[in-house]
């Protein structure tokens, strides 16, 4: 893909103009300035028509739903109506606009526009416009015109608000003056935004798997904390093999009842020791590990090798024991221990098919950072981010880019200090075995949903006390009716969402509450415990939407000692926070990237810059 090359200052037009328009300012001088409508052959409303019927009448309709805006584009139609012959005439053509002309919300104007470009047979619905231009102007350019038009909110003196919905009289709307460059100009424009928008696009689908990857992370370390307490699975950086080796750890003292991992990055490392004593040493301590192999995440060019691919049917089968000096790394079993690949594939150092996954390198390319000499850091650290397993290493640094990433670490030292735990069976199914000393109850008898109240918008005094609805925070009042910490969860609207207080607060009637008064257990704790219930998905599936709390009373889930859940949700804070952090530190480069998308498309089709 080809990078996004942001210039510093772009060249202006020779000579300008003032438009003697509030919105456009001053343009090139050679530009026209003309009537929206001037622009334009044709506007044609959508059709809804008829149930389908199964015959030759029946169309694809395309609806607002389906609107793709960031894209000025339209995803798959789903929506198939039956079109009478006397409406057929608004079948839509190729290359035109479709503009929004009713619906709209609370906080977004009605009047979004995006192309048409589809040879398919098919109609919009009646609440949106098409329109088709004339031969001077090139219908792309005028769609990014007025996506800028509709950014600086020109359309909103166009609009008449009936029984909620917004209505745009497109009449009055292309009254308005819009800039006009010589066809070619509008066509070199239209070209130009289409390779930027499509390279931003591409860097915020990136971004937003990168948020998705990060969420799932943080749901798999609240599940995991929350159902098997804080005893975790390792992985180990290369150096502890040099740690037990030089006796900074004894072998004897690791814990026992923990499962231990490295990739096939690490007995790389072990290979290529100069000293002949030295790794013969090592990988007898390899061999005496009985740690099993992860694939690493990502594939990358110059480290991984080929020696376990599968050529056609064939399959390659490895030797049962290593021999030093007869079999090879990438052929051989290591003792009592598990092969399996690493999770990244990277030529000349991991073995494709066993031992490297093609993934896509989403984390591998963060933790490297361009930076060659941490290619196999970050496949180690990749590796143990994706497995939820916590990186043991001396290497400070490296643990905490992986900390980052929302990845669990910790030093030599935390982790020969740890304790070992017996675990038994739960009886459910998807929490599955936890500490002997841990019990299961029903909801119902770890914590109370209370009822929120009703607190009217204009009855609300301004005060210190946060007013919560079931999507968050909508005001402050002068009167609390929790004390002190709180858990909100959506009762309707944003049914089954978890929120924390802390702080006493206002959750309104919209919401069921829990506070120190509804429960004998640590509230931050159980506030992890219920964020990973899927409550939301029980709102969704009741006939009635909304979330019964008799419903959620029937969940099951682990109760360990008041005092471990104190220690948990103290861990989860520290945890879930560096996620959070990055999250939040995503969304804002994301932002910051539709905002350069907004500002570009805003000078470009109005002759600030030229291109």
């Not at 996506?147 to 909110?153: E, G, H, K, P, W």
């Not at 390899?286 to 990502?298: L, R």
């Not at 309707?492 to 509804?518: H, M, R, Y």
Request: hydrophobic letters at 35%; a positive charge; charged letters at 30%.
């Amino acid at each position: 893909m080809q990078k996004l090359k942001i210039k510093k200052e772009y060249k202006k037009y020779p000579e300008y103009k003032n438009s003697g328009v509030d919105w456009l300012g001053e343009v090139p001088k050679e530009w026209e300035i003309n009537k929206g409508k001037n622009f334009i052959t044709k506007i044609a409303s959508g059709v809804w028509g008829e149930d389908p019927k199964g015959d030759e009448n029946d169309f694809p309709c395309l609806r607002v739903a389906d609107f793709k805006y960031d894209k000025f584009s339209f995803k798959k139609v789903g929506t198939v109506r039956n079109i009478p012959k006397n409406q057929q005439n608004r079948i839509l053509k190729n290359n035109s606009i479709l503009i929004e002309k009713s619906g709209g919300g609370e906080k977004q104007l009605v009047g979004r526009a995006i192309f048409f470009n589809s040879s398919e047979k098919m109609v919009c619905a009646n609440f949106i416009d098409s329109i088709d231009v004339n031969s001077e102007i090139d219908p792309k350019y005028f769609t990014y015109l007025l996506s800028n038009a509709y950014n600086v909110r020109l359309n909103l003196k166009s609009i008449k608000q009936n029984t909620g919905i917004q209505n745009l009289s497109t009449k009055n709307y292309f009254g308005e003056m819009f800039p006009k460059p010589l066809k070619q100009d509008q066509q070199k424009i239209a070209k130009f935004l289409d390779e930027k928008v499509d390279l931003i696009d591409e860097i915020v689908k990136k971004k937003k798997k990168l948020i998705e990857l990060l969420k799932e992370k943080r749901t798999a370390v609240i599940n995991q904390a929350v159902t098997k307490g804080l005893k975790k699975k390792f992985m180990f950086d290369t150096n502890i093999f040099d740690a037990l080796l030089d006796g900074k750890i004894d072998f004897d003292s690791l814990p026992k009842n923990h499962k231990y991992y490295i990739t096939h990055i690490q007995k790389d490392e072990i290979e290529r020791i100069k000293d002949e004593n030295r790794k013969e040493a090592l990988i007898e301590l390899f061999y005496d590990f009985n740690g099993e192999i992860k694939p690493t995440e990502a594939s990358v060019y110059g480290v991984s090798k080929y020696g376990q691919c599968k050529y056609g049917k064939g399959v390659k089968i490895s030797t049962e024991a290593a021999v030093r000096g007869v079999s090879r790394w990438d052929e051989c079993k290591w003792g009592r221990g598990v092969k399996i690949p690493t999770e990244s594939f990277v030529l000349n150092t991991s073995r494709l098919d066993d031992e490297a996954k093609l993934g896509d390198a989403t984390y591998f390319e963060v933790l490297r950072n361009g930076n060659l000499k941490h290619t196999e850091d970050a496949l180690i650290g990749e590796t143990a981010i994706v497995n939820n397993l916590a990186l043991v290493s001396n290497d400070i640094k490296f643990r905490r880019k992986v900390e980052k990433l929302g990845g669990d670490t910790m030093s030599f030292d935390e982790f020969v200090n740890l304790k070992d735990d017996e675990m038994k069976d739960s009886g459910v199914e998807w929490i599955g075995k936890i500490p002997a000393e841990w019990n299961v109850r029903k909801l119902k008898w770890v914590a109370r949903f209370s009822y929120g109240e009703s607190l009217a918008e204009e009855n609300r005094i301004d005060g210190i006390f946060n007013v919560y609805g079931s999507n968050g925070i909508v005001g402050t009042h002068a009167v609390n009716i929790t004390n002190g910490k709180t858990i909100i969860i959506g009762r309707k609207g944003s049914a089954g969402k978890v929120l924390f207080s802390e702080k006493s607060c206002f959750p309104i009637d919209t919401t069921f509450f829990i506070d120190n008064k509804k429960t004998d257990n640590n509230l931050k704790w159980l506030f992890y415990v219920l964020s990973i219930l899927g409550l939301d998905r029980k709102g969704k599936d009741s006939a009635v939407p909304g979330l019964n709390r008799e419903d959620a009373y029937l969940n099951i889930v682990p109760l360990p000692s008041r005092g471990e859940q104190k220690i948990t949700s103290d861990y989860l804070d520290k945890r879930t926070s560096v996620a959070d952090f990055g999250i939040a530190k995503v969304e804002k480069s994301i932002n910051l990237l539709n905002e350069f998308k907004s500002s570009l498309i805003s000078n470009v089709v109005t002759g600030k810059v030229r291109i």
